[in-house]
């Protein structure tokens, strides 16, 4: 079956740089999309950022505006492993980050409705 396993998070201080890692089992990692999505308690997930799948190692990436220019959304296909590389956190930053892949060419990457897999998430807290 599907697996989505992500890992990375931890504390970090305002201003500094975490990397998350999700691992893909399961299905063929270049097939799918993928996206990177957070949620902190009582609220919906947010998009973070997504990639489309890969054609010949190409894929493109979409970022919310709240992370455009510190986030990277990349793929390494090798090691079926999608990455979030987060620099300048912020405190506003600090939430669960998900995983999540879909079928390819289904609309908006920023609607959490319609990925189909989920990891279990990785908690991410930055310090003022």
């Known amino acids: 079956q599907v697996q989505l396993v992500e890992s990375g998070g931890e504390l970090v201080q305002a201003g500094g740089s975490l990397r998350l890692s999700c691992v893909a089992s399961?299905?063929?990692?270049?097939?799918?999309?993928m996206g990177w999505f957070r949620q902190t308690p009582g609220t919906e997930r947010e998009f973070v950022g997504a990639?489309?799948?890969?054609?010949?190692?190409?894929?493109?990436?979409y970022y919310a505006d709240s992370v455009q220019g510190r986030f990277i959304i990349s793929r390494d296909i090798a090691k079926k492993e999608l990455h979030l590389q987060m620099n300048s956190l912020k405190p506003e930053d600090t939430a669960m980050y998900y995983c999540?892949?879909?079928?390819?060419?289904?609309?908006?990457?920023?609607?959490?409705?319609?990925?189909?897999?989920w990891g279990q998430g990785t908690q991410v807290t930055v310090s003022s």
């Open positions: 399961g299905r063929t990692f270049t097939s799918y999309d």
């Open positions: 999540a892949d879909r079928t390819a060419h289904k609309g908006s990457y920023d609607d959490s409705r319609k990925y189909e897999y």
């Open positions: 990639t489309s799948r890969a054609v010949y190692n190409t894929y493109s990436t």
